[in-house]
């Protein structure tokens, strides 16, 4: 029998040791959630962070190439455009932010093989195209910064909705730069008849050649595209006088800004 004074001593003495083993327990238990919180904040990008990449060339509609009819097909060929305006959206391709290039898409029609083997007859092979990224300059020209591989078409015609090219490596872009489309032989990703205020694009290419002969006329025609205007060398600055209303180029490029990406460019 434990005398009463001394039963209450011990009950407190029992009850105080598991009462400091429940808070060495619970803090234990805390310090380990704490603990994976902490990593988890550290492995997971800032809440301001837009995991949302950026879009570029969206607008609130999107055209139809003409092709393969032979009264509306036409295409891009040897140049390097940027659209300026594209339904009623002023500069949809200038980067508003730092960031990475990292896939664009074209939109290609369905062409006869009759049209294919003329256009690569006139332009020198198969449809292929390259994405750019440029920097505006002065007087009208244009810096070319950096350029994906070149893309073969051919096998992409007549897809179904836009095609999606990833880039293995993506394309650093600043803010201001744009991205621009080259038709390193031929491209029918090419809307025409379009409405003028809301719809131009600008081409690499002198003034002097901005009146691009009619296929109507196939001597001077082909003498025209014997010569390429397209922007090919990286670092190097040409002229983008030429620009061209109610026709658009549909190609769009994906944006990740540099703060969704967790890196820094500067």
């Known amino acids: 029998m434990i005398p009463s004074k001394a039963r209450n001593l011990w009950v ?37 962070v837009a995991s949302r990449s950026i879009v570029l060339g969206k607008t609130p509609s999107y055209p139809e190439s003409g092709c393969p009819a032979t009264n ?38 369905t062409l006869r093989s ?13 449809p292929a195209a390259r994405v750019v990224v440029l920097r505006r300059g002065v007087n009208g ?11 073969a078409l051919r096998g992409d015609l007549g897809a179904k909705g836009r095609v999606r090219y990833r880039l293995a490596e993506p394309l650093q872009v600043k803010e201001g730069d744009y991205v621009g489309l080259t038709a390193v032989t031929w491209i029918p990703a090419f ?33 025209y595209y014997r010569r390429t205007d397209a922007h090919l060398e990286s670092s190097t600055a040409q002229e983008y006088r030429c ?21 820094s460019n500067r």
């Open 141 to 151: 020209r244009f810096r070319l910064l950096r350029q994906s591989a070149t893309q």
């Open 191 to 223: 809307a025409v008849n379009l409405d003028a205020g809301g719809n131009e694009w600008l081409a690499s290419r002198p003034e002097r050649r901005c009146s691009t002969p009619s296929s109507s006329r196939p001597k001077r025609f082909k003498e």
């Open 114 to 126: 009759t049209q294919i083997d003329t256009f690569n007859s006139l332009f020198g092979g198969e």
């Open 243 to 263: 620009t061209y209303q109610t026709a658009r180029l549909l190609y769009w490029a994906r944006l990740v800004p540099d703060a969704a990406a967790g890196t």
């Open 12 to 48: 407190r003495g029992v009850f105080g040791q598991m009462m400091h083993s429940t808070v060495f327990r619970f803090a234990a238990l805390a310090a380990a959630v704490l603990a994976c919180a902490a990593t988890a904040l550290a492995a997971a990008p800032p809440q301001n």
């Open 72 to 109: 509306a097909c036409e295409v891009v060929a040897r140049v390097t455009g940027i659209q300026m305006r594209a339904a009623g959206v002023d500069h949809p391709f200038r980067a508003p932010v730092d960031g990475q290039l990292v896939a664009w898409w074209l939109k290609l029609p």
